[in-house]
Each structure stands twice: as structure tokens, then as C-alpha cells.
């Protein structure tokens, strides 16, 4: 017999799981004490539970393994919510294990008690609360089940306290059946044969693909499907990666500050190839307006909820996303020929190519743009690059080609700024040998800064990139166009000197202000400081804006190009 | 379009409020829900009206089937079902109002199951068009309370739900 606390650690041992981040506090002080007493599992202490759940997630999406964070109850909890909703929101798998009062004090509004059940339900692809220690095991089995497989999502185990402390026999399940969860992972045959005689009568393709193909690992498959069919592929922000972007058939990120190419591609085409992707509002503009066009719609996906949820789709395809591409190959080598007049559609392609729709002025100030393409040279390309969100994000995403899976970290879904740096920390316990850049802006980087001290504590090398104009640039970018530049609070006054907070936490700062100086200080954060947290504070031409945009409510041909203006 | 959606859901705490969660956080219509275990304990039995578009319905029950608590779901109405709802209504029964309420309750084949010397109540089981005809039958002024179920239904014939 063991403590439920042991049984918890046990679990993740079994998990084949390697680090845990966290922070401790009163009800989970049994498992604490269990974590204590070994070594298999190793535990990141981080300076506020968000951060333990952003890193978790990245961990999970820089990897194939599922992410885990141990936090406490109440506030411990409290504050995982927005880490969980952002992991919830780009189906990232991960399972957060929460203290709890002990169960002979839930309802009585004891101290740090909040129904973690309620307050997480609407942001996790399920969550259980261990009512007895007997199901204690096996919970945590069905956990990492449920994360793990069909659409992936993040998973919460609520233990209270007098859990831990019980003693139980361990007996951990080797396989998990649950009659109410049994995703679908084989494609329909039938629906995959109609899809490939569309492909056949296509003139004007487009493969359009997202975080679908990350999360099930279907790279391999997607590039080998485009290359025999010759057709032109988008990514979504979450699908970059998915296909290499320095291949010819790539026609870049699509949506709304998607390629001129690629938005165009995708409203005329007469035939879209959706892998993995939901045709969500960022990614299709006004739906009326993308509407408009007639095509026939091929869909891919392994959540059956996804599939005709914005866009009617003509063949629904639910499955397993390299399973179904591969069924697809298999059944091209049966004398599969594409339409000659994808040709003229290439011509198409290419004459929007020529508008070279992410061009920019350089100025007297360094161009975040610059900075991007410099930051691509210096690393060769493989970096992984986690981002805040807002302006740089969009920059990062679009001049940073990523060629790999995995290597792009950002919160696409949610939009949750203050990822970026815990989003390093993952990678790094994911990837100990990785290059790792995190790109963010003076307003992003301050909402998780105080893991600078995790950083400092576990020696995590990760180079910040800080594009700072200032200004909270997006926001800023809308109320320069739509609301006749009336920058309501979008103007950061009292910035502190990035330089020396980085060196208060211990870590390297530098501050670049003269185009001239990007590459060599990128350079010097790479190699000479390669072991070390380089805070780099580029201070970028304050007027920079992202292009091309489509503007809220626009149809994907209605954009805004950098010529325009 | 008026549906009835029947889920069988597992029998844990909680499993109600992922299905209202649900519908209040995607924006979708709850007419009536009810809800009890069925001949296995550990099933619980849900019958949801509401309303929509195809499309809406469409992603109605692919998310209600991607909930992990959930075994089942159809929707019973798009095909031959029967459905019954039971209402308890107490209505003012003095003077000459008494021997009417008597006939109405007879008229729908409803029984009286409470009498004091001046109210009665009312048991009505029957469609909920039946129910809102008895309504709409009475005098308001001497309806005193009602209290509805919400619609239950199950498949005619061959069409089963069961796990």
C-alpha cells in the first residue's frame, strides 16, 4: 500500500513523464513530499502558476509527449485558467494536476477552495475530480488517454488533499476503454476514393492546412501528398512548419495578414484540399464574401465538429489526418493525372507572387521585419521560436521560414500574450539542445516576466527578442487605420530599462538601436552568450505595421498591401 | 425547427452541467431538459428540446457526442418518435367553476389528484401542444400554478438508444 501522493507520482512515472512544472502550496503538500523522495520526475519551479501551464503546453508542442503542471488549489488554480484556455484553443494535449481542499471540506468555502470543476469546464477537453483514492490510478490513466488521442486537448485532475494522504494498492492500468470516448481515426473510404476524383478534376487547387498536421505528426505525409500533386499549400498561423516554406509549392501564411498569393489562392480556387485546419475568422475573412465563390470544399479532420461548422464542406473526411493523406497517396499510384490547366493556375499564382506582398521600406530605425529576416539567417533556420502575440507575432510568422513541425510556438487560438517566455522554458525541457528565440514586444514580454528567475534558476539559454516600438503595436496598427489615430491607451509610458532588469535577474541585456547593429548583435547572443539568456532590446521604427491585412469584416481579396498606403 | 435530442450520458456529478455549459456557451436554444437515470444506474437519460437551422443542429449533436461523458446522442425527431410531457396544474374548483374544471380534466383525459374545498390539481400527460391547448382551454384567471416536466420522447418501433 502507498499514499495516494505516491500514487500520483507513480503515475507519472508510468506516463513515461520526465519534468512537471509547478509551484507548491498547502493542498498539494503530500505530493510534493512524494516528488521529494525520487528523481525520475524532475520539477520546474516557476514564479506563478500561468507560466507552469504555458510551459507545459509548449513543452507538448515543441514534442511529441504531453505536457504536465501540478499546481494548488484556489489561486493556484485561478490562475492556470488562462494557460488551460490557450491550450484548449489550439487542441494542445497536456494534464494539470490541481490540489484540492480536503473532500470533507468541498462546499464549505474553506481556505483556497474554489470549484476548480466548474471554473475549468468550459476550457478543457474534459476534467475529473478524485473522489476516492481507488480511483486515483486510473484517473489519471483516463487523463492522459483523453489529452493524448482523437482531438487532442488539455485535461484537469482535481485531488483534494485527504486523497493524497489515504493508502491504496497501485495498480496502474496498462490500456484504458471508456464506452462514452471512442474517437474515429480511420477515414471513411468511400469519402477518401470521391476526394481524390476531385483532386483529379481540379484546375484550380489549393491545399490548405493547419495545427491538424502539427499535432498529428502528418508533415512527412502532407509534403509528400503536394509534391506528387503539384499543387500550391497555405498554412494557417498554427499550420507553419506543417510543409517546408522554403519549398516552391509554398505560397506562405494565408488570412488576415496572410500572402497576397496565398488569400488570393484560396478565394479562387476552385478546389480547397483542407487538412487539419477550421476555416476559422482569422483565416477566411467575411464568410459571406469567401462565400461568393463557388468551389468544392475537401475536409480532413478528426474532429467530426470542425467539419462544416463555418464553410459547407462537399466531402467530409474524418480521421487521422496521416493515416487519410496516405490512404490518399495509395490511391493516386492508380493512374491519378492532374488537370493540365493547373499550369495556367501556377501562372496565376506566380503573377500574385510577383506583387512580392511582404516587401517594406527600411528606414532610419531598425524594421521588425529586418530583425526577422536577420534572426532566420543567424539561426540558420532552426531555431524554435516561441512568440508573444501581436505585431512581432505576425512578423515572426511571416519573414521566419519555418521548414520543420514543431519548431513555431505561439498562441494562435486564444491570442494570449505573456506566452512567449515560459513558452521558451517548454521547448527547452522538451529540446535541452535547442536553439530557442522568443519573439515578443515590450508590452507581451512584461505579462510573464518574472520567469526571467526560472531562467536564471534551471540556466534555460533562451534569447529574447524584443521588439520594442513602444507601443502596444497592434492595437496601435487598428487605431492608426480604423480609429482615426486616436491611440487610446495603447502608448506604453514608463518602460523599465530592459538592460538592467535582465541583469538584476542575472542574465545578459542588450539594447540595439541602429539597423547596422542587428545582425552582429544576433550573432553575439548566438554564440559567444549561446549558454547564456540574452535579453536583446531592439527598438524598432515605432511606425512599423503588419501587411498585408485584411480589415475586420473584409473578404480575404479585400486587402490592405504595404503599396497601398 | 423544433428538435428533440436524446443523450445518453454517463452517470457522474457534474455530467448535466457540461451539457448545459455547452449550450449556453455556444449560444444554442434549451427549451425544456430533462433528465434521469435510466434501467442501468450508471446511464443517465436526457431529453433536450430545441430549436435551430440544420446547420445549427448539425453542430448541436457533434458537440454534444464530442464531450467525453457522452454514450449517445440522436435526434429523436428526425424520425417517427412519440413524445409526452406531464404537467401538474391547481386551479381555483369553487361555485359553478368546480363541476367545470371536473369536465375540462375529463374532456383531456387528465386526473384530478389533489382536492381541498376549494382548488384541485390537475395531472395532464400528452403532447406539449396538448398541454398548452389545457392552458389555453381554462380561464386564466383560475389557473393557481403549473408545473411542466419538459419533453420526453423515445423512437418508434425498432429505432432503440441504448448502449
Not at chain 2, 443523450?7 to 457540461?18: K, M, Q, T, Y
Not at chain 2, 434521469?36 to 446547420?55: K, Q
Request: charged share 25%; proline share 4%; net charge negative.
Amino acid at each position: 500500500m502507498i499514499s495516494g501522493a505516491e500514487i500520483v507520482i507513480r503515475c507519472l512515472q508510468e506516463e513515461k513523464v520526465d519534468c512537471v512544472f509547478g509551484y507548491p502550496g498547502g493542498s498539494v503538500l503530500h505530493i510534493y513530499d512524494a516528488l521529494f523522495k525520487q528523481d525520475q520526475v524532475k520539477h520546474i519551479l516557476v514564479r506563478h502558476e500561468q507560466a507552469a501551464v504555458h510551459a507545459a503546453d509548449a513543452y507538448s508542442r515543441s514534442s511529441q509527449r504531453v505536457g504536465v503542471a501540478l499546481v494548488t488549489s484556489g489561486p493556484g488554480v485561478t490562475n492556470t485558467v488562462t494557460g488551460i484556455a490557450t491550450a484548449y484553443m489550439d487542441s494542445i494535449p497536456m494534464v494539470v494536476l490541481t490540489g484540492q481542499v480536503p473532500s470533507f471540506y468541498i462546499g464549505q468555502d474553506a481556505f483556497q477552495e474554489c470549484d476548480t470543476v466548474g471554473i475549468t469546464r468550459p476550457c478543457v477537453k474534459h476534467n475529473f475530480l478524485v473522489k476516492d483514492v481507488k480511483d486515483l490510478a486510473v484517473t489519471i490513466k483516463k487523463a492522459f488517454h483523453i489529452a493524448s488521442t482523437g482531438r487532442p486537448g488539455p485535461v484537469v485532475v482535481d485531488i483534494p488533499k485527504d486523497i493524497t494522504a489515504q493508502m491504496c494498492e497501485f495498480d496502474y492500468p496498462k490500456t484504458i476503454q471508456m464506452r462514452s470516448y471512442n474517437p474515429v481515426v480511420k477515414g471513411h473510404l468511400g469519402q477518401i476514393k470521391k476526394a481524390v476524383q476531385i483532386l483529379q478534376e481540379a484546375k484550380r487547387p489549393v491545399i490548405y492546412t493547419g495545427g491538424g498536421v502539427i499535432l498529428s505528426d502528418a508533415a512527412e505525409q502532407l509534403t509528400k501528398l503536394a509534391h506528387k500533386l503539384n499543387f500550391p499549400v497555405t498554412n494557417t498561423l498554427m499550420g507553419l512548419g506543417g510543409y517546408p516554406a522554403t519549398d516552391k509549392q509554398f505560397i506562405g501564411m494565408l488570412g488576415m495578414h496572410g500572402t497576397f498569393e496565398a488569400n488570393n489562392a484560396m478565394h479562387y480556387a476552385d478546389v480547397i484540399l483542407a487538412i487539419g485546419a477550421r476555416f476559422d475568422d482569422r483565416v477566411i475573412g467575411n464568410p459571406e464574401h469567401f462565400g461568393e465563390e463557388k468551389r468544392r470544399v475537401i475536409h480532413i479532420d478528426i474532429d467530426p465538429s470542425s467539419i462544416s461548422k463555418r464553410v459547407k464542406v462537399d466531402v467530409p473526411i474524418v480521421g487521422n489526418v496521416p493515416d487519410v493523406l496516405e490512404e490518399i497517396v495509395k490511391l493516386m499510384d492508380g493512374g491519378f493525372k492532374t488537370d493540365p490547366e493547373v499550369a495556367n493556375w501556377w501562372r496565376q499564382i506566380d503573377e500574385w507572387r510577383g506583387r512580392d506582398s511582404l516587401r517594406y521600406k527600411q528606414s532610419e530605425h531598425i524594421m521588425p521585419q529586418f530583425v526577422m529576416e536577420k534572426l532566420y539567417e543567424v539561426t540558420g533556420g532552426n531555431a524554435f521560436i516561441t512568440s508573444d502575440v501581436g505585431q512581432h507575432q505576425m512578423f515572426a510568422a511571416q519573414y521566419y521560414k519555418f521548414d520543420k513541425p514543431r519548431r513555431w510556438i505561439n498562441s494562435g487560438g486564444l491570442g494570449t500574450m505573456g506566452v512567449g517566455l515560459p513558452y521558451g522554458m517548454g521547448v527547452l525541457m522538451a529540446n535541452p539542445d535547442a536553439q530557442v528565440a522568443c519573439v515578443t514586444g515590450e508590452g507581451s514580454i512584461q505579462m510573464c516576466i518574472q520567469e526571467l528567475s526560472t531562467c536564471k534558476q534551471y540556466g534555460f539559454p533562451i534569447k529574447i527578442i524584443n521588439l520594442n516600438n513602444g507601443m502596444l503595436g497592434m492595437v496601435r496598427q487598428w487605431q492608426e487605420m480604423f480609429y482615426s489615430k486616436r491611440y487610446s491607451q495603447s502608448y506604453v509610458t514608463s518602460l523599465p530599462d530592459f538592460v538592467k532588469l535582465a541583469e538584476a535577474y542575472g542574465h545578459v541585456g542588450m539594447k540595439i538601436e541602429k539597423p547596422e547593429d542587428v545582425e552582429p548583435a544576433l550573432r553575439k547572443a548566438f554564440t559567444e552568450h549561446k549558454d547564456d539568456l540574452v535579453f536583446m532590446d531592439f527598438i524598432i521604427d515605432p511606425g512599423a505595421n503588419v501587411f498585408p491585412m485584411v480589415a475586420a469584416g473584409k473578404g480575404l481579396t479585400e486587402m490592405i498591401l504595404a503599396e497601398d498606403l | 425547427m423544433r428538435h428533440i435530442i436524446s443523450i445518453l450520458i454517463e452517470n457522474e456529478s457534474g455530467a448535466l452541467s457540461r451539457v448545459a455549459g455547452l449550450f449556453s456557451a455556444r449560444g444554442y436554444n434549451i427549451e425544456s431538459l430533462t433528465v434521469a437515470p435510466t434501467e442501468d444506474p450508471s446511464l443517465s437519460r436526457m431529453t433536450i428540446l430545441t430549436s435551430g437551422s440544420d446547420e445549427v443542429l448539425e453542430q448541436i449533436t457533434k458537440q454534444l457526442n464530442k464531450l467525453v461523458d457522452v454514450v449517445k446522442v440522436v435526434d429523436l425527431s428526425e424520425a417517427a418518435h412519440v413524445e409526452r410531457e406531464l404537467m401538474l396544474i391547481k386551479v381555483r374548483a369553487t361555485g359553478k367553476d368546480r363541476e367545470e374544471m371536473k369536465r375540462m380534466a375529463d374532456i383531456f383525459r387528465g386526473r384530478i389528484i389533489d382536492v381541498t374545498e376549494s382548488t384541485y390539481v390537475i395531472e395532464l400527460t400528452g403532447a406539449s401542444s396538448k398541454l398548452d391547448s389545457f392552458i389555453a382551454a381554462l380561464d386564466a384567471g383560475l389557473i393557481l400554478e403549473t408545473v411542466r416536466t419538459g419533453v420526453c420522447g423515445i423512437g418508434r418501433g425498432d429505432r432503440i438508444l441504448k448502449v
